[in-house]
Protein backbone atom coordinates (compact mmCIF):
# COMPACT_ATOMS: atom_id res chain seq x y z
CA UNK A 1 0.00 0.00 0.00
CA UNK A 2 1.13 3.45 -1.35
CA UNK A 3 1.48 5.60 1.44
CA UNK A 4 1.23 9.28 1.15
CA UNK A 5 2.65 12.47 3.25
CA UNK A 6 -0.08 14.78 5.15
CA UNK A 7 0.19 17.56 2.97
CA UNK A 8 -0.57 15.22 -0.17
CA UNK A 9 -3.04 14.34 1.89
CA UNK A 10 -4.79 18.01 1.98
CA UNK A 11 -3.88 18.18 -1.53
CA UNK A 12 -5.73 15.37 -2.88
CA UNK A 13 -8.47 16.55 -0.15
CA UNK A 14 -8.63 20.23 -2.08
CA UNK A 15 -8.79 18.46 -5.49
CA UNK A 16 -11.41 16.27 -5.19
CA UNK A 17 -13.56 19.28 -2.81
CA UNK A 18 -12.85 21.69 -6.19
CA UNK A 19 -14.57 18.20 -8.24
CA UNK A 20 -16.97 18.08 -6.57
CA UNK A 21 -17.06 21.98 -6.69
CA UNK A 22 -16.92 22.14 -10.81
CA UNK A 23 -19.63 19.02 -10.81
CA UNK A 24 -22.26 21.37 -9.16
CA UNK A 25 -21.83 24.28 -11.39
CA UNK A 26 -21.86 22.03 -14.21
CA UNK A 27 -25.04 19.78 -13.79
CA UNK A 28 -28.14 20.14 -15.19
CA UNK A 29 -30.79 20.18 -11.90
CA UNK A 30 -30.00 20.40 -8.28
CA UNK A 31 -31.51 17.10 -8.36
CA UNK A 32 -29.07 15.32 -10.17
CA UNK A 33 -27.20 13.01 -8.33
CA UNK A 34 -23.42 12.84 -7.33
CA UNK A 35 -21.44 10.58 -10.05
CA UNK A 36 -20.25 7.44 -9.28
CA UNK A 37 -16.48 8.54 -9.44
CA UNK A 38 -16.74 11.15 -7.48
CA UNK A 39 -18.67 9.06 -4.76
CA UNK A 40 -15.52 6.53 -5.49
CA UNK A 41 -12.70 9.62 -4.47
CA UNK A 42 -14.72 10.67 -1.31
CA UNK A 43 -14.65 7.18 -0.21
CA UNK A 44 -11.14 6.92 -0.68
CA UNK A 45 -10.47 10.11 1.00
CA UNK A 46 -11.93 8.42 3.98
CA UNK A 47 -8.42 6.42 4.75
CA UNK A 48 -6.98 9.68 5.12
CA UNK A 49 -8.88 11.75 7.39
CA UNK A 50 -12.05 11.01 9.48
CA UNK A 51 -15.54 11.12 7.86
CA UNK A 52 -16.77 14.18 8.85
CA UNK A 53 -13.57 16.22 7.95
CA UNK A 54 -14.23 14.41 3.96
CA UNK A 55 -18.39 15.37 4.53
CA UNK A 56 -17.74 18.75 5.43
CA UNK A 57 -15.04 19.68 2.92
CA UNK A 58 -16.76 18.12 -0.29
CA UNK A 59 -20.61 19.48 1.24
CA UNK A 60 -22.28 16.03 1.00
CA UNK A 61 -23.82 13.86 4.03
CA UNK A 62 -22.27 12.70 6.46
CA UNK A 63 -24.69 9.57 6.61
CA UNK A 64 -24.88 9.11 3.23
CA UNK A 65 -21.40 8.91 2.83
CA UNK A 66 -21.05 6.59 5.79
CA UNK A 67 -23.64 4.54 4.07
CA UNK A 68 -21.11 4.51 0.93
CA UNK A 69 -18.14 3.51 3.07
CA UNK A 70 -20.06 0.77 4.49
CA UNK A 71 -21.28 -0.62 1.10
CA UNK A 72 -17.84 0.08 -0.46
CA UNK A 73 -16.61 -2.28 2.55
CA UNK A 74 -18.88 -4.74 1.74
CA UNK A 75 -18.60 -5.56 -1.33
CA UNK A 76 -14.98 -5.38 -1.08
CA UNK A 77 -14.57 -8.05 1.86
CA UNK A 78 -18.04 -10.40 0.47
CA UNK A 79 -16.09 -13.52 -1.23
CA UNK A 80 -17.06 -13.66 -4.80
CA UNK A 81 -19.69 -16.87 -5.68
CA UNK A 82 -18.14 -19.62 -6.65
CA UNK A 83 -20.79 -21.78 -7.43
CA UNK A 84 -19.01 -24.91 -8.85
CA UNK A 85 -20.69 -27.40 -11.39
CA UNK A 86 -19.96 -31.05 -11.41
CA UNK A 87 -17.25 -31.76 -14.07
CA UNK A 88 -16.70 -35.25 -14.95
CA UNK A 89 -13.11 -36.19 -16.01
CA UNK A 90 -12.23 -39.69 -17.59
CA UNK A 91 -9.18 -40.40 -16.62
CA UNK A 92 -7.06 -41.68 -19.53
CA UNK A 93 -3.68 -43.83 -18.65
CA UNK A 94 -0.37 -42.17 -19.14
CA UNK A 95 0.66 -45.83 -20.34
CA UNK A 96 -0.66 -49.06 -22.10
CA UNK A 97 -2.86 -50.81 -19.15
CA UNK A 98 -0.72 -54.45 -18.00
CA UNK A 99 -2.77 -57.12 -19.40
CA UNK A 100 -2.46 -60.71 -17.04
CA UNK A 101 0.90 -61.51 -17.90
CA UNK A 102 2.73 -64.88 -18.21
CA UNK A 103 5.95 -65.78 -16.52
CA UNK A 104 7.52 -68.99 -17.45
CA UNK A 105 11.32 -70.33 -16.04
CA UNK A 106 12.55 -73.64 -17.63
CA UNK A 107 16.10 -75.28 -16.66
CA UNK A 108 17.81 -78.44 -18.76
CA UNK A 109 19.91 -81.19 -17.37
CA UNK A 110 22.81 -78.92 -18.75
CA UNK A 111 22.42 -76.14 -16.63
CA UNK A 112 20.32 -73.93 -19.33
CA UNK A 113 18.17 -71.63 -18.27
CA UNK A 114 15.14 -69.88 -20.51
CA UNK A 115 12.10 -67.26 -18.99
CA UNK A 116 9.79 -66.65 -20.60
CA UNK A 117 7.59 -63.11 -20.06
CA UNK A 118 4.72 -62.67 -22.06
CA UNK A 119 1.19 -60.79 -22.29
CA UNK A 120 0.08 -62.36 -25.27
CA UNK A 121 -3.21 -64.51 -24.48
CA UNK A 122 -1.92 -67.40 -25.99
CA UNK A 123 1.53 -67.78 -26.89
CA UNK A 124 3.47 -70.11 -29.34
CA UNK A 125 4.78 -71.82 -25.95
CA UNK A 126 4.14 -75.98 -26.54
CA UNK A 127 6.83 -75.50 -30.13
CA UNK A 128 9.35 -72.91 -27.81
CA UNK A 129 9.29 -75.32 -24.86
CA UNK A 130 9.83 -78.16 -27.23
CA UNK A 131 12.69 -76.64 -29.38
CA UNK A 132 14.54 -76.05 -25.87
CA UNK A 133 14.41 -79.40 -24.29
CA UNK A 134 15.48 -81.02 -27.36
CA UNK A 135 18.64 -82.36 -27.08
CA UNK A 136 21.64 -80.26 -29.19
Not at 20 to 37: G, K, L, N, S
Not at 72 to 96: E, I, K, M, N, Q
Not at 108 to 116: F, P, S, V
Request: one cysteine or more; charged letters at 20%.
Amino acid sequence: MKTISPAQAEHQLTQVANYFDVWRQTRTTRAEPIPPHLWEQAIALTAMFPLTRVARCLHVSGGELKKRCAAHLATRSAPTSTALDFVDVTATPVWPPLTAGTEIELSRADGTRLRIHTHEPQPPLVALVRTFLEPA
